[in-house]
């Protein structure tokens, strides 16, 4: 590989233009870095040009006209091409010259113009070049001047570009503007991302009408746009795209406010069918799925059901309008809300769940609910003869009020999925959910985390299963089962053939209970992913699960799980190889130099977490070398461990090779400066890395500081400060 870095006060157009032709013969070039170089307003285009003079040049990044990179790619290497001109005073007239060369570029994968000066006119000129430029992945308009007057012209776009996969514009402080585009062979949808826009009224009817006429537009998303609640019931009932699903996602500080009975009123107005209404009171945030065009129903249906309905004269017109909206409705979703015995919302939710014949899914999740509120809301339920899915998790009940929701689980046989997680259900309560666990043979998915289930009450509990032939994922963590419940579950999960998940986190379950789920768990050949983290397992758990270990396994989560190295050793010989795993987590286990290395790889692989596992210089050796085996690796977690600088050195030479890896955690361990210029060094030569945490490392300030502003990319703060992953990326 070589590396060459070119630093003069000033480069002229013509001598860069010299130096890019010179590029095609230079065949063992890697990586070509002019900084700091003084650069005219001209090198853009001139940079632009080289994908067609030298076509083994596979990303030019330029910065403020002063720093320029150039990464080539190997001759065999077909991946597409990434141009960035970040902060180089683009404006207006640059845009069709620009589009012009790199409409050149058969493979153009990512084009970075953030922070330059284009404004609503050169977006306008862009927006209407895009075809010209083939862009396969991201297009970033950030902080680039843009008004509301941008949004209009990217909203009145979409129609003719059928290509676009997302949009994300904010017009707060932040000014992100992202574009996404398909990939040729990709389902043709659009998903569109507005922030901070400041709509008015006035603006409601021009919006409704251009997201109406995106005819690929699946997904809308509003947040912080000034949108009042009359103003979302009035865009609900204008927008009327012609035919399809489409989604709307409303996130703003009066939705925690409104209630749910006014909430519920708006999204009577849409002019489609309501599919589904999600309410999540703190996070301020409304999602209606809907489908057009709306499918009216039989006036004689609806008098029938509205006849049984008892409505009183407060919510009659309300309930009659939800019905004729509402008539589909398959999911109704009410998170961080509050139902107390004063609440009309309850005795609203009973007349309308009385009425929705198609409800597939009820959510009550994370909400405070009163016994008298139950009350209601279980006899709406109990005529929910189709109802698939039930989460009351994180919810708060009384001993009553659970009792009431356990009378209401009588009868449902059609469920597929139920999640009561951290509801108390004590002697009483529990062997009614057991009773009526033994008539849902149709289940697939049960969560009982956090439920203060002992022992005794996992024997019932395991009993009550054997009828469950159905289920694929089982969620017990967070109970006190401990080693005699650990066995009353290995004795039946042979007996569910299509187990997929299983978590037995946080159980009291030490090696007798550890030894009897390995040899149970070694018998479920479907099983995808297992958690039995944070229990005194032992080694000799880990040897009695890397003898049987299931061939489909993706996720294996042992964390502080008292593992030592002969256990550590054996899980990563027998996960060598394993096609399908995708995660693993041996962290705060003492495997000193038990840290698994791999010989054959695991090309799945994308998230590993081995922090305060005492590894050291030596082990971290091998296991940088392991780690160039797993090609799709993506997260790397070591910290709160011995590295030193021997172990920068090792991650630096292998940060190259690794295409995929996005995060390296290095918090809290013995890297010096020393160690951490390494990095850089190893981040500079072409890794797509975006975040290397450094943490509580003995680096001094003053260099964290040089460290930093050279390499953006090392990350030196308690609090992780660098920006998330682009939507859609």
């Not at 514009?169 to 996404?180: E, K």
């Not at 509402?326 to 998170?335: F, G, N, P, Y």
């Not at 190295?565 to 495997?591: F, Q, T, Y």
Request: hydrophobic content about 40%; proline content about 5%; overall charge negative.
């Amino acid at each position: 590989m070589l590396f060459c870095r070119l630093s003069c006060e000033t480069l002229s157009d013509q001598s860069l233009e010299t130096l890019l032709h010179c590029l095609p013969r230079l065949p063992q070039l890697r990586l070509l870095q002019l900084s700091p170089m003084g650069l005219s307003p001209r090198s853009p285009l001139l940079l632009a040009d080289v994908f067609s003079l030298c076509p083994r040049v596979q990303k030019v990044d330029l910065r403020s006209l002063t720093h320029a990179t150039l990464h080539f790619r190997p001759s065999e290497d077909k991946e597409g091409v990434c141009c960035g001109f970040r902060s180089c005073s683009l404006s207006l007239e640059h845009v069709e010259p620009l589009c012009c060369l790199l409409s050149k570029c058969d493979n153009l994968s990512q084009l970075d113009l953030a922070e330059n000066l284009l404004g609503d006119d050169g977006l306008r000129w862009l927006l209407e070049h895009l075809p010209q430029v083939p862009i396969s992945g991201s297009l970033d308009l950030s902080l680039n001047g843009i008004s509301r007057e941008g949004v209009w012209q990217l909203l009145e776009t979409l129609p003719s570009r059928p290509r676009v996969r997302e949009a994300s514009v904010n017009l707060g402080c932040a000014q992100d503007f992202w574009i996404h585009f398909s990939k040729p062979g990709e389902t043709l949808r659009t998903t569109l991302r507005l922030s901070e826009c400041s709509f008015g009224p006035e603006h409601v009817p021009r919006l409704a009408t251009s997201l109406s006429q995106a005819l690929r537009l699946t997904e809308i998303t509003l947040t912080r746009c000034g949108l009042g609640l009359e103003q979302l019931a009035l865009l609900l009932s204008l927008m009327r795209p012609p035919a399809g699903p489409l989604c709307l996602r409303v996130e703003e500080p009066w939705v925690g406010r409104a209630g749910v009975p006014a909430l519920l009123e708006a999204c009577a107005q849409a002019s489609g069918n309501v599919i589904e209404i999600s309410i999540s009171e703190t996070q301020q945030r409304l999602c209606v799925q809907l489908d057009f065009p709306r499918q009216e129903e039989n006036p004689e249906a609806v008098a029938f059901r509205l006849a049984h309905c008892d409505l009183g004269t407060h919510h009659s017109l309300l309930v009659a309008r939800l019905m004729e909206t509402c008539a589909r409705l398959q999911l109704l979703s009410l998170s961080q809300v509050n139902l107390p015995d004063t609440s009309d919302a309850s005795g609203l939710l009973q007349r309308l769940l009385l009425a929705l014949s198609e409800l597939r899914s009820f959510r009550l999740t994370s909400s405070c609910v009163s016994s008298e509120s139950l009350v209601h809301l279980a006899a709406g339920l109990g005529h929910c003869h189709h109802l698939e899915e039930l989460d009351f998790s994180n919810t708060w009940l009384s001993e009553e009020g659970t009792r009431t929701l356990m009378g209401a689980l009588q009868g449902k046989c059609r469920l597929r999925r139920l999640d009561l997680s951290q509801l108390l259900l004590g002697g009483s309560t529990l062997a009614m959910l057991t009773q009526g666990l033994s008539h849902m043979t149709l289940l697939q998915s049960l969560r009982l985390s956090g439920n203060s289930i002992g022992d005794v009450g996992c024997c019932h509990l395991s009993e009550a299963l054997r009828a469950a032939a159905s289920l694929e994922e089982l969620g017990l963590s967070h109970n006190a089962i401990g080693d005699a419940g650990a066995g009353h579950l290995a004795a039946i999960l042979p007996k569910l053939p299509e187990l997929r998940k299983i978590d037995l986190s946080a159980n009291g379950i030490g090696l007798a209970g550890g030894a009897q789920l390995a040899k149970s768990l070694a018998l479920c050949r479907k099983l995808e992913e297992l958690g039995l983290g944070f229990n005194a397992l032992g080694d000799p758990t880990a040897l009695g699960l890397a003898e049987g270990l299931p061939r489909h396994l993706r996720v294996l989560h042992l964390p502080s799980s008292h593992l030592g190295p002969e256990g550590a050793l054996s899980l990563g010989r027998a996960l060598d190889g394993c096609p399908h795993v995708k995660e693993i987590s041996l962290a705060e286990n003492s495997l000193a130099k038990g840290v698994p290395h791999f010989c054959k790889g695991l090309p799945q692989l994308q998230r590993i977490d081995l922090a305060s596992c005492d590894i050291d210089n030596q082990a971290a050796k091998g296991l940088a070398a392991s780690f160039t085996l797993c090609p799709a690796l993506e997260e790397i977690l070591l910290s709160w461990n011995l590295l030193g600088d021997e172990a920068a050195a090792e991650l630096a030479q292998v940060l190259p090779r690794m295409g995929r890896l996005k995060r390296v955690d290095l918090e809290k361990n013995r890297i010096t400066a020393c160690g951490a210029w390494l990095l850089a060094e190893g981040l500079a030569q072409g890794s797509a890395i975006q975040v290397i945490r450094l943490w509580n490392n003995p680096i001094p300030p003053g260099v964290a500081q040089r460290l930093q502003s050279q390499e953006p990319r090392l990350d030196f703060a308690f609090f992780d400060k660098q920006p998330q992953t682009p939507r859609g990326t």
